[in-house]
């Protein structure tokens, strides 16, 4: 049996949190998304995708998930009302917090599953923390890696996105009208493109001078892409893509183990 | 209009999060509660509790809920397997962090709605806390106040539990009956009573002493009452009178301010 | 032989505080107390319940009172001149230092007695903190508990406080009048109780709801409660009850020890 | 005139380091290369390369470089005698004091040029601090980027390091033979590489998951790559070109400043 | 008017601790001072001398003594039983709330007058950092200055002591006879030198080199000197002329002010 | 073989950083030094006395040099463009993470070679902490003490500085001139003398009181002292000097350790 893990009775997790046993614990966010998506976007995309995840292979890879972290590292969207991020200090000891007691409690693999792009470099760091202090395997999965924290997708560099789709955008709009078509107002979707900022070689989202930045560096509007084509199809067809990676990826996950060169 | 905060947009926060809003955060924790409960009872009841009173008021009286926390103070419960704690300062800077945010977005008054009796003393310096820091009205309501905390009921002086029955008794368990009756195993469950402790004039549950106790200085089962004659009825009952009482404690918060006696 | 932990040597502490002692550390503070009392008041009442209780039972029960912690987290008055507080992180780690060093010395017990109601619930956090991170038995006593942070009195419900004295009214004046004459002026003594405050059902000191409040919120008198018929018969009344009661206290608490249940 | 930032006077400070000036502060680290390398490689190829493009540029673009921080984050090899590292919250505050100081003189454009791959991914986080604590343009460059924190080069797929040669490898050890062939010692240089690594699909440097490592996860030997047929003249070919690109992309960083889209 | 500060009242003190104003804040410690000595020495002749002070000079130099900090940063007698420290960074907490306290308050002057040597240069740094971050002018003065953190006397270099006499020793036993001759047990004196250290050129008490030590790298007795022939009447003396030499240091402290140069 | 540490690889660190050697690490400082002398005074200063020694008996007495560290606390300096200072608190993590570091490599000596008369206080803090934190024998030495942290040097006390002479006056102008004179500007050097300070009895630098001060109380200028005479030959003589002392000093550190006396 596997699941989630706040179902688990103490003495069910001094049973079953064992050495064999996977902990994800989803990362999400509350920030704002713009004028068309909530608050909510990454807290429930993060949430879901971990339950899907567990949903088909919990059982067969004695994975669990821990309750999502609602609240992270949102201060790209300090300045927008509604967004509730953690600072860079909070957020670490959280993360160590977490990971102490899952150590504690005798699981060794611990995956992060973050659903906020913002959280990505931060949370490899946390790994590396974890691995050390407390000896656990840990690793890093994301639903969907935005491309200002990776190389852009060559199949979408021509889009109206221009490479820059990477809040509210597109694909995530496309998501959560699948996964949330009630937290959708797609009337209120506009493009907001930086086109000034992929005309750059070098410093642009998935370029390779990485740089600071804010969300309303970009302008007002919040998001930063073009949603105006999304549709809930293209979102069940992401979100299940999504899924069908994660898994392939959580397969190799329970499996992995390190090994001495020498 | 009211409800999650997490529902609304970035404008739509910019707008509705003003001066006459109030937003209630929600407190919970993964704790073990014994062999008959699940680690996130406390999760589950504030949660509960929360969305049953911004049901019921939140458009009448502009409140609004913020995700839970599902991860808080624990210590109690450190030596448990599953249990996963935050450190007192990791949590004040997680509550420091969260209150910010809030006045940030245009926020007054904010409510700390507590499902975990070990966070009642460290929330209520929170309240001062953020109120001199960020210039918030801070309010602390409890779906159930646990004896170690408030002084006892005299009403329950006399029954099973001696005024003891602190974390996973006879009440809360019916609560959980009642809200969510596939996460408890009444068969698990047994009467755990200090009854030394309940001899004592001072030092106890309730008592004129404050003391500092962990869940397995009572032994190893885990929770600290008797929940053997727990039923979802009596659940009910509990749970909608402190909804009720919470509706009551709200439409007060919310009329709420401070006046010069001079 | 016991009393003043600061008159041992090295060698004697070495060789008196073990586990059978048990060791008092007051806690004051330097706050503003209105125009009629001194900073002090907190500082003196702690010190002087200390010392009368030592006096009394020191030998008998080997109790041991270390030097009083003459600042504390009183930021409810930080608006005031001559207030000097610790923060909520300064104040955690001075009292996580001193119990490390109790516990380092061999001591069992500590005993908070806390002079200054604002500490209260910081306190009632640190004896859980010192209990894990240290192993020792910690206790929380007080001369005087104010009505803000307990169920108010029924005796006083219709006295001129309407149960709001809580700080520098009839009692805490009365008791400074009997400990040190010569620092109150009761000729500058004015009522000062919110009385808006007192009609409220829920939201008022000792009610259901807790509320972060600072003294300035209820205007710029700086004491809240009625010291006009303040007496030193009354002071020492209620100083003697209280060292009454506190040494009945600390008869239960050298005696106490965790039992499990099963 | 532009160059050392150390070289200046103060009152040159006032007038140079203004708004058109960007700083680069090298990132260097002092941890175990395996047994051909010394310490100090990522101490002497950030230097080096700091030195190579403010020779060249710094006094057409106005760029000013910053003594090099010799220590940073280097837990991954914290196993090994010789590594000297911060830790995550260290580095981070000296960070901060860095920015928060180049802020503070008037300087509007900060660019790290780091040295270590560990300390990538805080870097990057760091460039979003600094941006919204003061308000800096921040930017992040690398001399090399080894595989494990980014995609690895297809033109290197088939070599003998099979895209892990991420420490200590034929790159760095032919860099280090450039720059400093009296601190090599090509003689002890044996190949290992976790071929077993190289096999995983997504748990890989480079590949979809990103995983907590220490380099003493991979054995006793403590470079990760095969410098066996490392060369000063691949050394000089691939430092030479590494100075053309960081010019490159500095170029784009002076220019670079954020617009609004709408 | 002037003398202490905690019986000043509120309004009192935001009359009177004004920019004219001098606050002394005395600095003991609770720690081992050997088999003669109590732990509270440094506690009593921080207090006693800045008592004797502003009986002596606070009305006419308006003048004000805050309440002792009875613990400090003593970690060099950590091992002891009994001794009482806060660490660096707690000590360095508890400093800065008091000066931004007092700053708020309105005074411009701060003195700290340190009975123990071993907080010497961390007073030291916090002069410097209390004079940035609040504003203050801060200085810091002594009863009694150890060759440990100064040079030594060439008036006692032939002594029994050899300039070591640094804690607990002739001086320090002598004064606590004048002082408090109760809490004195001479029959427990004994000589304790470090003869060897008094052989070095520059690393001991008071030489060119200064070094990190703890008291129990001398052995297990505890004080460093030799106490053998201390007596009231020497201590006397050497208290006497303490104060006479702490009033004229504050005599120039309270006219200081900083002029430029240009 | 012994010498500059970041030179050694891994497997000599783990071989040679044992209980017998010494490891130096230099203290430098990026900040104002006048119109005449640039940043880096004291980072050159520091490297150039450690490389100097350690030249000279590296080999003989088994002293390693670790890199210097560019900046550290320089904060009387924080008002100047240019200067870049890490706080007290950062400060004191970075030498702890390298004392750790040392220590955890089997080192048991450490030494601190301060160029930064600033940093002299905090040094002498860290080398206790680590001292008990660590288990190491910590040492701290300068080059050149300014009179701002000891006694001055009565052959002075008649000069055109009048003892002021703390920062980029005489000395350590000749010592730059000697060292790097392409960094100085002698043209641009004035006396900038705080004579109302050298007329004090007690509140000066090196005088009985100790005062928190920041260079820009004494001026706008930046420098305290008078460098117009200053000249490379009296820079070579002093730094000739220094070297020859810290040498001497060292020979006695290399053999120091602690004996009980009893």
Known sequence: MAGFLEMLTGPDASRLLNADATVIVPVGAIEQHGPHLPLAVDHIVASEAAGAVVDRLGDELN??????????????HAWSAGTI???NETMHRVLDDIARCLAFSGVRRL???NGHGGNSTLLNVACREARLAHGLLTFLIHPFIPPA???PDPDVASDTELGMGI????????????LRPDLVDLSKAVRNVPEWLAENDHVKFGGSVQFGWLSNDFGSVGHIGDPVG???????????????FLC?????????DFQPCD
């Open 63 to 76: 994975v669990w998930a821990a309750p999502t972290l609602p609240y992270s590292k949102s201060n790209e």
């Open 85 to 87: 991020w953690l600072s």
């Open 111 to 113: 995956v992060f599953l």
């Open 149 to 151: 924290y990776a190389a």
């Open 167 to 178: 809040h509210g955008g597109l694909r995530e709009t496309s998501v959560m009208m699948h």
């Open 230 to 244: 999304a549709s809930a199809a293209l979102g069940k067809k992401l979100f299940d893509e999504s899924v069908g």
């Open 248 to 256: 392939e990826q959580l397969r190799e996950i329970v499996g992995f």
